[in-house]
């Protein structure tokens, strides 16, 4: 009953805000009052539709104006005759009838272009309204309506899906109306009788509707997955979100079976799969969308009371599936439990908050929308009111991007048309006092006033709260770690409410909270220039020699974007933590468990490819050593451990793009069982076993480049863009495939090169460069804009800096100059250019060191080239000086080096024998 009287005087509260409706110009632009705005974008100009049948439009997501007339009943803008058009929703709910008596409500509309929609005339193509009526908290309808015009009118379609019915007769009744709430009034009898929906007797509570497990049929969105599918998710308090597929041709609804999802969720026939919410809990105005950067959908959802004191605040989950589960960072699903702690489960986007460059504080920012602009730029649209005493409200555009883990970030202040540095800031424009905001997780309706920090040159926080503070060094993403806690996101030079231009951050963390830094001096500082190098110089390439793996077969791993040969920290999505040999063991059965973060060659894995699907996982510190299932079955539980490479199932893994981040499956599950951390654990020594794969956060693990530097020792490099070798061939220098590669003289007899001529040996100099020599001392060496192989004389043009770029290839660099492959050339034979360093992957490669058995030297007087030297080569060779055949090695044959095959290299070759 309370919740009755709560909503019924918001929703009076919102029937008089049009009525107040105020423009008022700021930095960002001239604002608009449209409440739960959903944007649509329609050739340049961007659209909001909001609650109460308003709307604006903008052309720079700044400046807006209303283009609608509310509830004008004659000659409505979007509706026409408004009772009339919206007849059978009314019939329902929403207009003269309990909570919205003496008036209307129309709630929550969500507007597409809809290509595929058959309109009544039988043309294709229509913008499709989707929208809904309410009289109470549980008793709506949600219909849809369509306009070849986005600003409409909008010509009513359909009824989709009803709430609040009842199992028997029962009446709400007014001076107009008298519904009976029986769901023969609906269209549920309909569908039964159809055999779209089957008939469920938990959507009753006794005679009364079940909230408790159903939704309150409002706030409809549409989304569409990566096969172009359509949804509609909507619902509100009570029973929670749930979402529906949508026939594009129609616009109606595909109902699905009753049952429930492989993780337990309900799927009802009528209603659809539950999403997020349940059990009286709020939570409303969902809005999914699909980032195509991450791998993810994402759901938002507002908590709490729409009033200003009600703690009106966004809450974000994701999903790698259109239909969830929705997790948040610290991996909760956005469905309910019973009695849950709803303050605890969500990302929480912003709260009630004030910097001091704001005249009122905001309050209840909530019902957003999002939109992925057409440049690939993201905005959360959203409505706000203040701490003023009323309940005005206006529209507000934030930035919004995405963290190195996917979760998105929303800029502290008002979109004014400024853009994030591409390549970061420059250290000492960071530097500085801060106004802090920490969003928290409560939906307490309170102010969250800002405090006072500083981020040090040194890389410390100090003031209200300490920690440590870094940004990326290639882009603006920002790390802070607050009392232990780690915060992801970015730095941004952008205007104020004021129009002042100042440095701010924007971060989130696994702990489902938002902070916020702002600074209130003038902005003047430039964005960072120069190249980026990732090289840890506390790690090495080569750790132990004489263990080394060798190159991988392909040069992604399990036809990821990831790179084979790459060494890598391997982070468990949830504890955050790296996978381990404990006290750096390399025994054989040594168990294998996850530990805080120390960047030492125990928690550093090279990972290289056996073919185009799996991997062996072995450990710098000994690359004989790998990752393996300490059993060869899918069977749950099963140890990791460290064992001996033999190349058995058990030692082989597939690498599973999640999202932004991975699983690794094993072979020996035929790709069932999956790396866990056991029992989610978030603590050192967490054990690391098998378990039945499900992309759980314990499952997930991101894939980061330990970006050692160079060690001194004998290399392959293979080239990003080609995935093809590096070769010497005779002084010039070009790509070839050493994977079965076989050498054949020229017409002349003559060897272009050996097989193990894309070996490269690299030594670092007294002044931090390298030179990179064949086994013959003969260095690389870039002179007049050519790249080749000559004597090696210590002259500048044969030093090579090299940097490690954040995908953990490396670059060679000689001055402003950089190596880069000619993509010009044929995929094979392709030549080499040099270039101002871009970044781009036909300047980047990966260094693989070579396995000492790759250093095979040409054996001289090994004529027929099959690895040895006996009385055969000579047979070949009398043969070939008698004109009957040809050798197979001339390189080889000529055993004087002379430069011809005669009769002088058979007295030779005699001559070894002999020795033999």
Known sequence: MKIKKFMAAALSACLMLPVMTGLSAVAGGTRVSVHDPSIVKDKNTYYVFGSHIEAAKSGDLQNWKRFSNGYATTNNVEFGNLSQNLKKAFDWAGENLEDCAGGFAVWAPDVVWDGDYINSDGSKGAYLMYFCTSSTYMRSVIAYAASKNIEGPYTFVDTL??????????????????????????????????????????????????????????????????????????????????????????????????????????????????????????????????????????????????????????????????????????????????????????????????????????????????????????????????????????????????????????????????????????????????????????????????????????????????????????????????????????????????????????????????????????????????????????????????????SGASLKLSETELLSGVSYYVINQNSGMAIDLPNGKLDEGTNIQQWERNGSWAQQWRIISVDNDYCRIVSVGDESMCIAVAESSAVDGVNIELQKYTGKDNQLFKIKKCGSDYGIVSKCSNNAGGLDVYEWSKENGGNVNQWNYWEGGCQLWSLSPVHPQVTDGNYTVRSLESELYMFDMNGNIELFNANGLTVQPDMNGNMPFTVNDHIWCFTKLDDGRYSVRKQDGKALTLSSGKLSVTEYTGADEQKFSIICNKDGSYSLLLNDSCVEIDKNSSTEEAGFNVNSFSGADTQKFVLEPAVPEEIVLPIKGDVNDDGAMNTADLVMLQKYLLGKVSVTSSYNADINDDGAVDIFDNVELRKLLIKQ
Not at 204 to 218: E, H, S, V
Not at 363 to 371: E, I, K, P, R, T
Not at 372 to 387: A, C, N, Q, V
Request: charged share 20%; glycine share 12%; aromatic share 14%.
């Open 161 to 550: 899906i009803y709430s609040g019915f009842t199992n028997n007769d029962s009446y709400a009744t007014s001076s107009t109306k008298n519904v009976n709430r029986k769901y023969t009034s609906t269209n549920v009898d309909e569908l039964i009788a159809q055999g779209q929906v089957t008939f469920n007797n938990s959507w009753f509570n006794k005679d009364n509707f079940n909230n408790q497990l159903f939704p309150n049929a409002i706030d409809p969105t549409i989304y569409f997955d990566t096969n172009g599918k359509m949804y509609m998710c909507y619902g509100s308090w009570s029973g929670g979100i749930f979402t529906l597929e949508i026939d594009p041709k129609t616009g109606q609804c595909i109902h699905p079976k009753t049952g429930q999802t492989s993780d337990g969720r309900m799927v009802d026939s009528y209603f659809g799969t539950k999403i997020s919410g349940g059990y009286g809990k709020s939570g409303e105005g969902p809005f999914i969308e699909y980032n195509a950067d991450t791998g993810y959908y994402y759901l938002w959802v507002t908590y709490g009371g729409l009033t200003s004191t009600g703690g009106y605040n966004m809450r974000v989950f994701r999903s790698t599936s259109p239909l969830g589960p929705f997790t948040d960072p610290a991996g909760r699903q956005a469905v309910l439990p019973k009695n849950p702690n709803l303050d605890s489960v969500g990302l929480k986007v912003m709260g009630n908050y004030k910097f001091s460059s704001l005249s009122k504080a905001y309050m209840a920012c909530g019902h957003n929308s999002v939109l992925k602009d057409d440049d690939g730029k993201w905005y959360l649209i959203y409505h706000t009111r203040f701490d003023d005493g009323a309940e005005f409200h206006e529209v507000r555009v934030h930035s919004m991007y995405f963290n190195q883990q996917g979760w998105p970030v929303v800029a502290p202040y008002e979109y004014a048309g400024d853009v994030i540095s591409e390549s970061g800031y420059n250290e000492e424009d960071i530097v500085g006092d801060y106004e802090f905001i920490n969003h928290g997780n409560s939906t307490d309706g309170k102010i969250i006033s800002c405090s006072s920090i500083k981020l040090n040159a040194d890389g410390s926080i100090s003031g209200a709260v300490t920690g440590k503070w870094s940004q990326a060094q290639d882009n603006s993403a920002a790390e802070l770690i607050i009392g232990g806690q780690s915060y992801s996101g970015y730095f941004l030079a952008a205007k104020d409410e004021n129009g002042k231009k100042v440095m701010s951050f924007t971060a989130v963390g696994s702990n489902n909270q938002t902070v916020w830094g702002a600074q209130t001096k003038q902005f003047t500082g430039s964005e960072r220039t120069g190249n980026a190098d990732f090289t840890d110089k506390n790690s090495q390439l080569i750790n132990k020699a004489d263990t080394v793996s060798g």
